[in-house]
């Protein structure tokens, strides 16, 4: 059974802590990897394909990890974590849906890009419309995804796929 229809920002960090879906379960990556402060709207009706959507904003500060290293001299969030952010929520909807197992990111079909975040920036928002939940040995979710920079759609994902396993990692 799904949980709360919207979380904050200290609801974020506990999910990364592996406190919100249980030991062993889905998490999120910890700042400053988690790549937006809140999560605005989760469902598993409506959406795009009418299976499932969540919504989620990141407050964009000049100040970040990223715009001081990507690139000097000109600025920009690396289109690798716009699309990261896109599988960080995918994941986050499986355990939200009460699905066990640790969350990975399996591919996507086709990105395109066509803007930039920069520091000037100052919100983006997420998008994920959920294709089709599989509840099998595996857990896997298909989604398409889009970013929009301060309302502008900058990014789009198809087929999204992100998996949860119930065997631990080795490492």
Known sequence: MAGKSSYEYDELLACARGELFGPGNAQLPYPPMLMFDRITEISETGGAFEKGFIRAEFDIKPDLWFFACHFIGNPIMP?????????????FYLG??????????????????K????????????GIDFKRVMRGRLVL??????????GEPI???TDLKVGLSKQSAVG
């Open 155 to 157: 990014y789009a994902a």
């Open 141 to 150: 979710g298909i989604a398409d995804g889009w970013l929009r920079a301060d």
């Open 79 to 91: 289109g690798c974590l716009g699309l990261d952010a896109m599988w960080q929520l995918t994941g």
């Open 115 to 126: 803007g930039m975040v920069t520091p000037s920036v100052k919100k983006v928002e997420y």
């Open 96 to 113: 939200w849906l009460g699905e066990p197992g640790k969350g990975m990111a399996l591919s996507t079909g086709e990105v395109k890009f």
